[in-house]
């Protein structure tokens, strides 16, 4: 049987806002198929790790490949994901636009 293939490769990340060290050392391997959960208290990274990803956030060192590629240096609109961060989500129905609209 064949070995699963990567679909999200980090290594080695880390990320910096001025002086203070948000992500240390991330290292993931993730492969298709699987599910992976971040968890964590309030301000230890998650988002901050999504943004990098995402390439909303640049990183200071190591290196991020999607589906194979090198897409440390790629902008956000060429990676072929997308998330949303919390504050631009909905906190209350908005009742002049449709739920398929607003999700
Ligand atoms: N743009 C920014 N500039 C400076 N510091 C930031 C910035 N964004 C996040 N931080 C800091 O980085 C750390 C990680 O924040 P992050 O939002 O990634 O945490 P989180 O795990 O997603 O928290 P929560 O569970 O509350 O969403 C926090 O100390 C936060 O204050
Ligand atoms: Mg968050």
């Not at 590629?69 to 209350?92: L, N, V, Y």
Request: glycine share 8%.
């Amino acid at each position: 049987m064949s070995e699963a293939k990567t679909v999200l490769d980090i290594q080695n990340l880390k990320k910096n806002y001025g002086s203070v060290e948000v992500l240390h050392d991330i290292n993931i391997d993730m492969k298709e198929a699987e599910f992976l959960v971040l968890l964590g208290p309030s301000g230890c990274g998650k988002s901050t790790l999504l943004n990098c990803i995402a390439g909303l956030e640049t990183i200071n060192e190591g290196a991020i490949q999607i589906g194979g590629k090198d897409m440390t240096q790629t902008p956000p609109g060429e990676r072929d994901i997308a998330w949303c961060s919390s504050p631009m989500r909905f906190t209350q129905p908005c009742r002049w636009v449709k739920i398929s609209r607003s999700v």
